[in-house]
């Protein structure tokens, strides 16, 4: 039931779009159908006019031929001029066949065939009571009497019989003539005005049909519309009226049924917003008092160590092993300690954003590993560097990260670290490349979390804080970090910060913090 | 709301139907349906001429009126010419029939200048003539319509005429009001000068012969003897003593064939209206036509119904 009711609802507009394009379809079908039928007729009314005309002609010459055998028989007699006869034969000979076609010319109408055979039965009793005779009479019995003949004016008078019925055939086909032309006139007239009056109707249907698409389909979905617009500007409260029951109720309460499930969603986002955040502050905050407060009690351990070796005057060897055990450990947990409480720094706080030479940053960078580097012995090579948006400090940070680890995890050749960057959309892509002892690829995402290390602090000294700050402070100034590499053919340590035009630079992503 | 579409589309389903229909029934056919011929008859119809005078006219009524009462097909063409046209046209086999004065017969057709006395003589005569022919010279009718040259009273007085030779006591020409055929007829110019030895006359071809004769245009007519305005005393006929006109007896000839096809019922049917046409029915029915203007076939149709011939 519930299907049936569904389909039954879904089709309603459906159904009027189908009937109005059929009905407007039909009636363009019928306002053609009219326009054929009614130039069919004009065309029929043509061609019969002409047939008609040709019959008149015909007709015509016919009767001229047959005046002339009338004159030509009585200037025969009368002149008793043998050429007179000669045109009489020839015209005697020629009329049968003329008959003939007049007939075909005339068969299509039912009266003018009775006319026809009534004219040529005239023509034939001419030629036969009157032609025939005279023309013996003149061989048997002379011109004389020939002539006394033609005085009877039996010619005439069975000629103007034949005229007459001339008379007749000629005037019913004029009035046939004039009665399909005015047929065809009143037919096309018509035809005109169902056509026009057809396609009146399909105007009509279509203007119809475009109020009905306005107030009933476009309204409601302009309102449909709009309610998206505020929904996407994020207000979640925006509902539509979902009175209607065809194909756009449908529509209007699946939208509310999506602004409800997105409202709700949304409540629920902000709820783990908030409990995320303040866990987050809560754990910072942790972090920051205990590493605070580790130092303390470390430093009076490392003091009291100190103590120690200084009261015993002559300690032994194994004395001053133990000492310088408890010193050690201290100073590792301290750089523990200093590094965590780097690294919970590193994601807070204020930044300078200014726009820096990338250039003088890595001379700062260089400078504070000085050592180091002079100790691996390893040649440094900086391309041309960019001016970009960011805090130099922090970026100092960054590239001394990098560099100190390209001269720290070295291989057994003389190590080479460059340092470049290239224009990438509105963003500087920087490399610090190096030809060290790389990483398997499905390290490169561990080695940005914190304290994860690869080798033992034995082979490698550090903590394993440096790559996870570097992510934070990069990921603060808008940018985005990653490494590309493979063990033993070095590592790549890509960046990515906002280039300094001012146009299209977004300024860097401060992260929201508590 | 849910039936408004169904109903919308019955609605233009039925205008549109009322549009292609309306465009259809434009032609409105004005040929005439019906014919008012019957279906015809089975063999070719019986055609009958007549001579050009109101006489003939009526004779071709009455034979035709006749003859599609006994159930014969009959087409009848009138008015065609004169003896020598008519006569060629039947022998020539254009017509099945046509009636004829034996007299005329005689001398325009076969030629025959020294006619017998009696008009049975003349008849067997004529009939043997047509017979070698092919034709067949039906019974003769009671009447007799005969030539004959007819004056005015008062000029018959002046002149004291009496018959036709003493029209060559006249001084000058004389003219005669006549048929064109007159001038080179037997039985007119030519009987005339050969038999009377007239040798001074004059024909003058006239349609109304009487009316010329009264308004003094010509000084004799050319009549024929059934005409009805001889009935009274308002013109004089002139006697023939020579007998140059021949008895003018009516017979019918018919073709041998047209017999032979339709056997003695059609003999039968045209002799029993011939032997009905008395010189007096006949000059009453010409007055009918000639004087009252009435159309020849209601005088033929009414005379045959008198004598119940239809």
């Given at each position: 039931v519930h299907l049936v009711l569904h389909r039954s609802i879904r089709t309603q507009i459906t159904t009027k779009v189908v009937a109005l394009s059929a009905a407007s379809a039909i009636l363009l079908g019928a306002a053609l159908v009219t326009l054929i039928v009614a130039v069919t007729g004009q065309r029929d009314a043509a061609r019969v006019a002409f047939r008609s005309q040709q019959a008149l002609s015909l007709a015509n010459q016919l009767e001229k031929s047959l005046l002339?055998?009338?004159?030509?028989?009585?200037?025969?007699?009368?002149?008793?001029?043998?050429?007179?006869?000669?045109?009489?034969?020839?015209?005697?000979?020629?009329?049968?066949?003329?008959?003939?076609?007049?007939?075909?010319?005339?068969?299509?109408?039912?009266?003018?065939?009775?006319?026809?055979?009534?004219?040529?039965?005239?023509?034939?009793?001419?030629?036969?009571?009157?032609?025939?005779?005279?023309?013996?009479?003149?061989?048997?019995?002379?011109?004389?009497?020939?002539?006394?003949?033609?005085?009877?004016?039996?010619?005439?008078?069975?000629?103007?019989?034949?005229?007459?019925?001339?008379?007749?055939?000629?005037?019913?086909?004029?009035?046939?003539?004039?009665?399909?032309?005015?047929?065809?006139?009143?037919?096309s007239a018509r035809a005109i005005g169902l056509g026009i009056g057809g396609l009146a109707l399909v105007i009509a249907i279509a203007l119809g049909f475009t109020l009905y698409l306005r107030r009933s389909v476009l309204r409601p979905v302009r309102t449909v519309a709009e309610a998206t617009g505020r929904l996407a500007a994020g207000d979640l409260s925006t509902r539509v009226p979902t009175e209607?029951?065809?194909?756009?109720?449908?529509?209007?309460?699946?939208?509310?049924?999506?602004?409800?499930?997105?409202?709700?969603?949304?409540?629920?986002?902000?709820?783990?917003?908030?409990?995320?955040?303040?866990?987050?502050?809560?754990?910072?905050?942790?972090?920051?008092?205990?590493?605070?407060?580790?130092?303390?009690?470390?430093?009076?351990?490392?003091?009291?160590?100190?103590?120690?070796?200084?009261?015993?005057?002559?300690?032994?060897?194994?004395?001053?092993?133990?000492?310088?055990?408890?010193?050690?450990?201290?100073?590792?947990?301290?750089?523990?300690?200093?590094?965590?409480?780097?690294?919970?720094?590193?994601?807070?706080?204020?930044?300078?954003?200014?726009?820096?030479?990338?250039?003088?940053?890595?001379?700062?960078?260089?400078?504070?590993?000085?050592?180091?580097?002079?100790?691996?012995?390893?040649?440094?090579?900086?391309?041309?560097?960019p001016v970009v948006r960011a805090d130099s400090a922090n970026l100092c940070r960054v590239f001394q990260n990098l560099i100190g680890n390209a001269v720290k995890f070295t291989g057994e050749d003389t190590p080479h670290v460059s340092i470049d960057a290239e224009r990438d959309d509105?963003?500087?892509?920087?490399?610090?490349?190096?030809?060290?002892?790389?990483?398997?690829?499905?390290?490169?995402?561990?080695?940005?979390?914190?304290?994860?290390?690869?080798?033992?602090?034995?082979?490698?000294?550090?903590?394993?804080?440096?790559?996870?700050?570097?992510?934070?402070?990069?990921?603060?100034?808008?940018?985005?970090?990653?490494?590309?590499?493979?063990?033993?053919?070095?590592?790549?340590?890509?960046?990515?910060?906002?280039?300094?035009?001012?146009?299209?630079?977004?300024?860097?992503r401060v992260r929201a913090s508590a | 709301v849910r039936g408004t579409p169904a109903r919308l589309l019955g609605l233009l389903a039925a205008l549109v139907l009322a549009v292609v229909v309306a465009a259809c029934g434009g032609s409105d056919d004005d040929a005439a349906s019906t014919t008012d011929r019957p279906a015809p008859a089975t063999g070719p119809p019986i055609r009958i001429g007549t001579k050009n005078f109101t006489e003939q006219t009526i004779l071709g009524e009455l034979y035709r009126q006749a003859l599609e009462s006994e159930g014969f097909d009959v087409e009848l063409k009138t008015d065609i010419g004169?003896?020598?046209?008519?006569?060629?046209?039947?022998?020539?086999?254009?017509?099945?029939?046509?009636?004829?004065?034996?007299?005329?017969?005689?001398?325009?057709?076969?030629?025959?200048?020294?006619?017998?006395?009696?008009?049975?003589?003349?008849?067997?005569?004529?009939?043997?003539?047509?017979?070698?022919?092919?034709?067949?010279?039906?019974?003769?009718?009671?009447?007799?319509?005969?030539?004959?040259?007819?004056?005015?009273?008062?000029?018959?007085?002046?002149?004291?005429?009496?018959?036709?030779?003493?029209?060559?006591?006249?001084?000058?020409?004389?003219?005669?009001?006549?048929?064109a055929e007159f001038r080179t007829r037997f039985e007119g110019l030519d009987g005339l000068r050969e038999v009377y030895g007239l040798t001074r006359l004059m024909s003058l071809t006239s349609e109304n012969r009487y009316a010329a004769l009264d308004t003094g245009k010509v000084d004799v007519a050319s009549v024929f003897t059934t005409e009805p305005q001889l009935a009274g005393d308002d013109y004089v006929v002139l006697a023939d003593p020579r007998r140059l006109f021949s008895s003018g007896h009516l017979a019918?000839?018919?073709?041998?064939?047209?017999?032979?096809?339709?056997?003695?019922?059609?003999?039968?049917?045209?002799?029993?209206v011939s032997k009905k046409l008395t010189t007096r029915a006949m000059r009453e029915m010409n007055a009918a036509v000639d004087l009252r203007e009435r159309p020849p076939a209601d005088v033929a149709r009414e005379f045959l119904q008198a004598n119940s011939l239809l």
């Open positions: 002339s055998i009338e004159s030509g028989l009585n200037r025969y007699v009368t002149t008793r001029e043998s050429r007179y006869l000669g045109t009489v034969t020839r015209e005697l000979a020629d009329y049968p066949a003329a008959t003939r076609r007049l007939v075909r010319l005339v068969s299509d109408d039912a009266g003018q065939q009775r006319r026809m055979e009534a004219l040529s039965d005239a023509i034939r009793d001419y030629d036969d009571f009157w032609v025939k005779s005279l023309i013996e009479i003149v061989s048997e019995d002379g011109f004389e009497v020939a002539r006394s003949q033609v005085e009877t004016n039996g010619g005439r008078a069975r000629l103007d019989r034949v005229r007459a019925q001339f008379e007749s055939l000629f005037n019913r086909e004029r009035a046939v003539i004039r009665a399909r032309e005015r047929a065809a006139e009143r037919g209607r029951e065809d194909e756009l109720g449908e529509l209007a309460r699946g939208f509310n049924s999506m602004a409800d499930s997105l409202e709700r969603g949304r409540e629920q986002l902000e709820v783990s917003n908030a409990e995320l955040t303040r866990s987050n502050a809560e754990l910072e905050q942790f972090a920051s008092v205990t590493s605070h407060d580790l130092q303390a009690p470390l430093t009076t351990i490392s003091m009291y160590a100190e103590l120690l070796e200084r009261r015993r005057g002559d300690p032994g060897p194994d004395d001053i092993d133990l000492v310088d055990g408890i010193r050690g450990a201290t100073q590792q947990a301290r750089a523990l300690i200093r590094d965590l409480l780097e690294y919970s720094r590193a994601g807070r706080g204020h930044l300078d954003v200014e726009e820096v030479p990338a250039g003088h940053v890595v001379d700062q960078a260089l400078e504070a590993l000085a050592g180091a580097i002079e100790e691996s012995g390893a040649q440094v090579t900086v391309g041309d560097l509105g963003h500087w892509r920087f490399s610090v490349r190096d030809n060290g002892i790389g990483m398997k690829p499905d390290h490169a995402r561990r080695i940005f979390e914190p304290f994860q290390r690869l080798h033992g602090e034995e082979d490698y000294p550090g903590t394993g804080i440096g790559l996870a700050i570097c992510e934070r402070i990069i990921d603060q100034l808008g940018g985005r970090i990653w490494v590309s590499s493979c063990p033993g053919e070095g590592s790549v340590f890509s960046f990515t910060l906002p280039a300094a035009s001012p146009a299209g630079a977004e300024s860097p | 004169s003896t020598e046209i008519v006569h060629r046209a039947l022998k020539r086999g254009a017509l099945d029939m046509y009636p004829e004065y034996v007299g005329v017969l005689l001398s325009e057709v076969a030629d025959v200048r020294s006619r017998p006395r009696r008009p049975a003589a003349s008849y067997e005569l004529a009939k043997r003539y047509e017979k070698r022919g092919g034709f067949t010279l039906l019974a003769q009718t009671p009447f007799s319509d005969s030539n004959a040259l007819a004056v005015k009273p008062a000029f018959a007085r002046r002149h004291r005429l009496r018959t036709i030779a003493d029209l060559r006591r006249l001084k000058g020409t004389v003219k005669i009001g006549a048929l019918p000839i018919v073709s041998d064939r047209t017999l032979a096809t339709h056997g003695p019922r059609l003999q039968a049917a045209i002799d029993a």
